[in-house]
């Protein structure tokens, strides 16, 4: 009978109860859905490059040479003489390497030179490889492969002529427009900053710097494609490369080993472990989010804390009814907590419901725009204890009303004044 | 008093003795009744104007509001030594009420209004269920209205409704706050009679509140408020 009541109560003031419904799902919703973005986000992000051992590069710290090397942000402090890459790659637990050769730019989209390894041995979220949405890898020395969000950006389509810009500005005076390149490829999305990567070979990144001298090209004639193509293109020296092993094992002692390499000031990190902890200096943002969520639920179960305090003045009537009839005033109420944890378990039923909805409608999108992997499931283990804290929260906050309710059918009587 | 003298002299239904009631106790009480008893089975007729203290009494007779000091004994039972919650159970049992209007609960089924007062008097569901259909066929209301929710029907048959909410837990004392105010003339005499018909049927106590003294040849008995209650002088 009781839960009849309740249910009937509700249903009698549905447009009130379900704009309050509507205002707890939306909260469950964000809860959830920034809950379940905040693990995808983490997980994509710490496996933006995944299947890579180290990463190696001129002295410098960690963060530096994961923002340079992996998110094309901030600049290189020096480059690695090609005699030291050579000599690394060259080591017995080394199982392959990928140069990567930066400073370049196009149109604010970084350049980076480097090898067709590259395609082969870029791993990222659970090992994917890079794929192509179009055209192949880079052949010659001409040739580039644009990122998807290049290509998106900038319109360009196979076959498309660029002009790399030299430095790292989206507005550089001085390029290299005696020698354009041609797009022969393009990289379906991934969500790593490979999207805004122009990739070109280590070849094609001398080849535009023949001729030029402290940033800025020589006076005099500058040679022809065809001329550098028969040039010895071989780099003296690139700004940082990726190490694959043999086997894993062999991680930290090679990473010592590069660290106290003899020749040259050296860096190498693991970038698994450099990535969690450029996540954790961003748990502030995350927190923060949290925080305005937890706002935001906090306001939608006052508002139905509201709502019932509100509709107690029009039940003033009801509570009359049902003290007559021999209801105590603990059933009043248990009849509006009742009521509270049953908007509660809706609005989390339907925001998780909502939540759903979206993801399936947005995944997709996601997916194909940029290159966003979503799990579809925003269930976890966690998620039925966010949900049990909901209703728990909802029930403490519904002692408002449940209390006033309480109040009201002992001191009101049986004939309460309209 | 004790069970002997409870089973040889026919105690009364309703005794009142030394009652008096106010909302704080430094303030001047606005209730003071010496003495009062009704018998079962008896009909009274509560004569008052609007502010003479009858709803005061009302729910001093529920046992919603305790008296400040005095002894409020129903069937035997001292209702101001009771704890609420068995006061609350034994208004369930032994107490029907009717009010002027909007007796029901708006959303719920006729029957399910009429149930709800089973339910809190644990009566068994089917014989609850039985007994609902039977009082509601007595009072007039057709089978089809049971489970039409309640505000879909007119105050004369609502009125009837609750006639039947009261009596459906077999209450020994039925008490009735101006339930013919909102009915027109016509409607009146007759829901009266019908209501002063069930009431005989189960021998039911019924107290009779109204300010409007055409009603009273009704009643075998008819008490004035003013006379009964020595209000405080603030009231």
Do not use: C
């Not at chain 1, 709502?307 to 009849?335: D, N, P």
């Amino acid at each position: 009978m009781l839960f009849k009541l309740a249910r009937q109560s509700l249903w009698n003031r549905r447009s009130t109860a379900a704009l309050t419904l509507v205002s707890l799902m939306i909260s469950v919703l964000l809860l959830l859905g920034i809950d379940h973005l905040r693990n995808q986000a983490r997980d994509s992000f710490s496996q933006t490059l995944s299947g890579t051992d180290l990463i190696v590069g001129a002295r410098s710290g960690q963060l530096n040479l994961l923002l340079y090397a992996v998110f094309r942000m901030g600049n290189p402090t020096n480059n690695i003489s090609w005699e030291s890459y050579q000599e690394i790659a060259g080591h017995p637990a080394v199982a392959w390497t990928v140069p990567l050769s930066l400073g370049d730019s196009h149109r604010g989209f970084r350049v980076l030179g480097t090898t067709t390894d590259y395609f082969e041995h870029y791993r990222y979220g659970q090992r994917h490889p890079l794929r192509f949405a179009e055209g192949r890898a880079f052949d010659d020395v001409y040739d580039a492969v644009l990122g998807a969000q290049v290509a998106r950006e900038l319109g360009y389509t196979l076959g498309r002529e660029i002009v790399v810009a030299h430095g790292t500005g989206s507005v550089s005076f001085a390029r290299h427009e005696d020698h354009p390149f041609t797009v022969v490829g393009i990289l379906a999305p991934t969500g790593t900053p490979v999207d805004r990567t122009v990739h070109v070979s280590l070849e094609g990144i001398e080849a535009i710097h023949i001729g030029w001298g402290d940033g800025a090209p020589r006076r005099g004639a500058q040679p022809d494609p065809e001329q550098v193509r028969a040039m010895d293109l071989t780099p003296e020296s690139i700004t940082a490369f990726m190490v694959g092993l043999n086997s894993r094992a062999m991680t930290f002692t090679l990473q010592r080993q590069i660290n106290d390499y003899r020749q040259e000031p050296l860096t190498a990190i693991l970038p698994g472990v450099a990535l969690t902890e450029l996540w954790q200096m961003l748990a502030m943002v995350e927190n923060l989010l949290y925080v305005i969520t937890f706002m935001v639920l906090l306001a939608s179960l006052i508002g139905m804390a509201t709502m019932l305090l509100a509709s107690m003045k029009e039940r003033q009537r009801e509570v009359a009814i049902l003290r007559a009839v021999g209801a105590s005033g603990g059933y009043l109420f248990w009849l509006i907590e009742l009521e509270v944890l049953l908007l509660a378990l809706l609005g989390v039923i339907g925001g998780t419901v909502l939540l759903s909805i979206v993801l399936w409608v947005a995944q997709p999108l996601l997916a194909s725009e940029f290159g966003l992997f979503i799990a579809l499931n925003p269930l976890q283990d966690q998620t039925l204890w966010i949900a049990g804290g909901i209703v728990a929260l909802a029930g403490v906050v519904g002692l408002v009303p449940a209390w006033v309710g309480y109040r009201r059918a002992l001191s009101d009587g049986l004939n309460p004044r309209l | 008093m004790d069970k002997s003298a409870r089973n040889s002299v026919p105690e009364p239904a309703i005794a009142l003795r030394d009652v008096s009631f106010g909302w704080s106790r430094s303030a001047p009480p606005l209730l003071r009744i010496e003495s009062l008893a009704i018998a079962r089975g008896e009909r009274v007729f509560l004569y008052g104007p609007s502010g003479s203290g009858k709803t005061s009494l009302l729910n001093l007779l529920a046992g919603v509001n305790l008296p400040q000091s005095g002894d409020i004994t129903l069937l035997g039972e001292k209702l101001n030594r009771l704890s609420g919650r068995k006061r609350d159970r034994f208004r369930a049992r032994h107490i029907g009420v009717v009010f002027q209007q909007f007796n029901l609960i708006p959303y719920l089924s006729v029957l399910d209004n009429v149930l709800l007062a089973a339910h809190f008097a644990r009566l068994p569901g089917p014989e609850s269920h039985a007994r609902a259909r039977e009082l509601l066929a007595h009072l007039g209301l057709e089978d089809a209205l049971a489970t039409r929710p309640a505000r879909t029907l007119s105050v004369g048959q609502q009125q009837r409704v609750a006639v039947a909410r009261a009596l459906v837990a077999e209450p020994e004392i039925l008490l009735a706050d101006e339930p013919t105010s909102a009915l027109d003339s016509d409607t009146r005499d007759a829901f009266i009679e019908l209501l002063l018909a069930s009431a005989a049927r189960n021998n039911t106590t019924l107290v009779f509140v109204s300010h409007d003294r055409a009603l009273q040849p009704h009643f075998s008995r008819a008490l004035d408020v003013r006379e009964l209650v020595h209000q405080g002088e603030t009231a």
